[in-house]
């Protein structure tokens, strides 16, 4: 792949430089790849996204950088926040109220997903500073591979619904915790107020942004109709200056997009449909987050032992996440089946748990390599397979409107 590059920067020049060239072209491959997929299989397109990127990284392709930094970094948590803002948007705090058995169900699964993935690492002779973080990665669901699916495969119903929230929920756990610890993965051993005061900052900084960006877009909402194309723009730029800043005061650009379209929902509480304008801009940035995240993934170092730990990972978080969700389904008023499928569908891992794995690389070169050469290959497997699982689940739930694989007779109808 190197060879290769070098060999096209011999004669072309363009304007924009040979990355943009090189990404322009891998996003269009990603593309097709995705729609065919689809098409003729009825898998999710972010497989396909999936499978271009970890194909080029494999190869050797130098256009993303480990760990995430610069205009890369940007890009994956601008994708991030722009769909957590959107499923913190659709989180009424309410509905926890009447119902706090969900809020259980959530702490529990998160927790139990910790201590399995956690105790698991040691006995594998993980050295307990890389447990730890390997632990919180694993406590990430993936909500953005996930409302993907539900896109593709036009889902809804009380599985999908409780997936998206669990997932969301899981994701501000450890971005939140993640975060913190990776102010204090150098430290020596403090106090209390030493351990707490990181997670303190992180939050408090994060809920500060995420209440302005909420109240800014109030204000607009007044003013301005929810379905109108200037407010997309709005909206586009209020999050991406918002994740330009926030990690820079200390805080964390998604979990502040979370925050702040969960305190949009209790400020304007009517219902107010996600613009429809966003649909071609929020897939230009998914797709280029997947690729952009396999690609990352796909250049660990790969050998015997490693893979051996991120399998364990993998099988062990699958199974701490379905105890989790099923001891704390108890008055929850989903069934135990609902409660099966709703385990499934937070399978997936993707950008929120490379974004948090690349945080503790940065921190500590040298616990960041322990965490990075077993985060990486267990979230590239899971981007790919847990897509695969929640699609699975999804079907059997009997939420998605359309059957498990189109006709191949030409249906060239506009999808969603």
């Excluded at 322009?24 to 995705?34: C, E, K, N």
């Amino acid at each position: 792949m190197n060879e290769l590059m070098s060999f096209w920067a011999q004669w072309l020049r363009p304007s924009a430089g040979l990355p943009t060239v090189q990404w322009a072209l891998l996003l269009a491959v990603a593309s097709v790849t995705g729609y065919l997929l689809q098409r003729y299989s009825g898998l999710p397109k972010v497989v396909g996204y999936t499978l271009v990127g970890t194909a080029v990284g494999l190869a050797g392709f130098s256009g993303a950088v480990w760990p995430l930094q610069g205009i890369g970094l940007f890009l994956v948590e601008l994708g991030v926040a722009v769909v957590l803002f959107e499923a913190g948007g659709r989180i009424p705090l309410r509905w926890f109220r009447h119902n706090p058995m969900v809020l259980v169900q959530s702490i529990a699964e998160s927790a139990f997903t910790y201590f399995a993935v956690y105790w698991v690492m040691l006995w594998l002779d993980v050295p307990e500073r890389a447990a730890g973080p390997l632990a919180l990665v694993a406590v990430a669901a993936s909500p953005t591979v996930l409302t993907r699916v539900v896109v593709d495969t036009r889902a809804a119903g009380p599985v999908t619904d409780r997936a998206i929230v669990l997932a969301t929920l899981s994701s501000l756990y450890a971005l939140a915790l993640g975060s913190a610890h990776a102010e204090v993965i150098n430290r020596p051993a403090a106090g209390l107020i030493d351990t707490v005061y990181p997670v303190l900052v992180v939050l408090g900084m994060s809920v500060a942004v995420g209440a302005l960006l909420s109240m800014l877009m109030r204000l607009a909402l007044r003013v301005m109709s929810p379905t109108s194309e200037n407010t997309t723009i709005l909206l586009l730029a209020l999050i991406a200056a918002s994740t330009a800043v926030t990690a820079h005061m200390g805080g964390s650009a998604p979990l502040a997009a979370l925050l702040g379209g969960m305190l949009l929902k209790q400020l304007h509480p009517r219902p107010w449909g996600w613009p429809r304008q966003m649909g071609t801009a929020s897939s230009l940035l998914t797709m280029l987050m997947f690729v952009l995240v396999s690609t990352v993934a796909a250049q660990a170092n790969w050998s015997g032992p490693v893979a051996g730990a991120a399998v364990a990972l993998v099988v062990v978080r699958l199974l701490a996440k379905a105890v989790g969700v099923g001891l704390g389904n108890v008055g929850s008023g989903a069934s135990w089946r609902q409660a099966l499928w709703v385990s499934c569908a937070m399978a997936p891992m993707s950008a929120i748990a490379l974004l948090v794995a690349s945080q503790f690389v940065v921190a500590s070169a040298s616990t960041g390599h322990l965490i990075a050469r077993i985060a990486l290959p267990a979230i590239l497997v899971m981007e790919v397979l847990g897509a695969v699982i929640a699609t699975v689940a999804i079907y059997r739930a009997g939420e998605s409107s359309k059957p498990w694989q189109r006709s191949n007779n030409g249906d060239t109808r506009r999808e969603s």
